[in-house]
């Protein structure tokens, strides 16, 4: 997801929420934040110049599964910079996190970190994260 200018990695198990807080990101577009999908299910990341990219899967360009609806298509932005990895469902989320969760590795590409519980809402959070996140989301 394109939130602004950077872009959330969203990683969790299957039916932990991540394509259900994209769609919800992109639903916030209605009060005026950008939010664009970047991918859903599968994109490709690459480690370059110090950042992490993603870009969408070929195949998947521009679709996204809405529960209850099915495949939608939506516009999409075909390349972004990941400013955050956001964690659904994960195990070590606490309510005040120490600095060894709040960072992660993709790739190579140390990443701020939100992890967020089993059973949470992410989308406030997320917001809370894009608000104060020093890495310039």
């Known amino acids: 997801m394109l939130v602004g200018a950077r872009a959330l990695l969203i990683r969790g198990p299957a039916g932990s929420g991540k394509s259900s807080l994209a769609f919800a990101l992109i639903r916030a577009t209605e009060t005026g934040a950008f939010a664009r999908l970047v991918g859903d299910d599968r994109v490709h990341v690459e480690a370059r110049h110090g950042r992490l990219i993603v870009r969408p899967a070929d195949a998947l360009e521009g679709l996204i599964e809405i529960r209850g609806l099915g ?53 406030r959070l997320v917001y809370a994260a894009l608000r104060t996140d020093d890495s310039g989301c």
């Open 71 to 123: 495949i939608r298509r939506l516009p999409f932005e075909p390349i972004a910079a990941v400013g955050l990895v956001v964690d659904l469902g994960a195990t070590d989320a606490e309510r005040l996190p120490p600095p060894a969760t709040a960072t992660t590795d993709v790739a190579g590409i140390p990443l701020p970190r939100l992890a967020v519980a089993p059973g949470m809402d992410p989308i």
